[in-house]
């Protein structure tokens, strides 16, 4: 008895068939990649919080943004505290950033390349470098609050209040050091952090997510609260690029970037509390301003998803 195989008919229709449910699955996977990036990305923000408040417990104060004394910026104070000891201990603060050991020229074995998970959001280019000029090292996605200002020359006056993070007199060999106590606005209404896109590739001279340089010619390891979440244009000495999430002026006057991220709808941000929320980009301008300040007396509604 001779076996009936498949008509051409019936394998175009199981060939349909199948194209039709791959595509009612592709959408589904990349949903589920985005909330589990978004999920991680949250993670990393409470974990910079951990890390912020261990430091404030045992010196009594949050670190220094950054200075151009001695330069330096922020991440490399909680090296102890993100489970970097090595690097804490290799670190040598006498000398900048940019020397001996802390960098190595053209190498990626300086101590500030070091690349700990929690640098990075992984809805963006995880494992970033500045490679733009010799003094290589890591990027990332988590930056402090500068709040309602724009720099370079750094301003002296601070609208409603100033941030927890930023500098004594607009002088940028000077950064403050804020405690919990001065955050008179509330520690829960107050920003400490926010995410930001980095720069497209590691040998752009852009400096948005060169987090461990202190140079205020570069919107770099701060966010201002000026615009709202994934708002206004950045800024800041950039490449042009057709990415619309990343919207630029290259210019090193009037210094200022928003906090930004690839997930859609908000970015997340850290609270001086020590709690991570996602804040909408629709939230109030007035209200975003009120949480970068922190004894600006000001009040606000704000949106959380």
């Avoid at 494992?127 to 709040?147: E, K, L, P």
Wanted: charged share 15%; proline share 6%; hydrophobic share 40%.
């Amino acid at each position: 008895m001779r076996r009936r195989g498949f008509s051409l008919i019936e394998l175009l229709v199981v060939i349909a068939i199948i194209a039709i449910l791959i595509s009612l699955l592709v959408p589904a996977v990349q949903k589920v990649r985005d909330a589990a990036a978004r999920t991680q990305c949250l993670n990393n923000m409470k974990q910079w919080g951990l890390a912020m408040h261990g430091f404030h417990d045992a010196n009594k104060k949050l670190p220094p943004s950054a200075s151009s004394s001695i330069r330096k910026a922020w991440p490399v104070y909680l090296f102890a505290f993100i489970d970097q000891g090595a690097a804490a201990n290799l670190y040598d603060f006498k000398t900048g950033f940019y020397l001996p050991p802390n960098t190595i020229t053209t190498a990626y074995t300086g101590v500030i390349c070091v690349q700990p998970a929690m640098y990075f959001c992984p809805a963006d280019r995880v494992g970033a470098f500045w490679q733009g000029d010799v003094y290589w090292r890591s990027r990332g996605n988590y930056v402090v609050n500068y709040g309602n200002v724009t720099g370079n020359p750094w301003p002296t006056m601070f609208p409603a209040g100033k941030a927890p993070f930023g500098y004594l007199g607009g002088g940028t060999a000077t950064p403050w050091q804020s405690t919990l106590v001065q955050i008179t606005d509330g520690t829960s209404n107050t920003l400490l952090m926010a995410e930001i896109i980095t720069a497209i590739t590691n040998t752009d001279w852009d400096g948005r997510g060169d987090f461990l340089n202190d140079d205020s010619n570069f919107f770099n390891h701060q966010f201002m609260t000026v615009n709202t979440p994934n708002g206004g244009t950045d800024v800041t000495p950039c490449v042009t690029n057709s990415d619309p999430l990343m919207p630029c002026t290259n210019s090193s006057a009037n210094v200022n970037g928003a906090a930004r991220s690839r997930h859609s709808g908000g970015a997340h941000a850290l609270f001086a509390d020590g709690s991570a929320r996602f804040i909408l980009n629709s939230i109030n301008i007035n209200s975003w301003r009120a949480l970068g300040s922190m004894d600006g007396n000001d009040s606000f509604i704000y949106a959380l998803q």
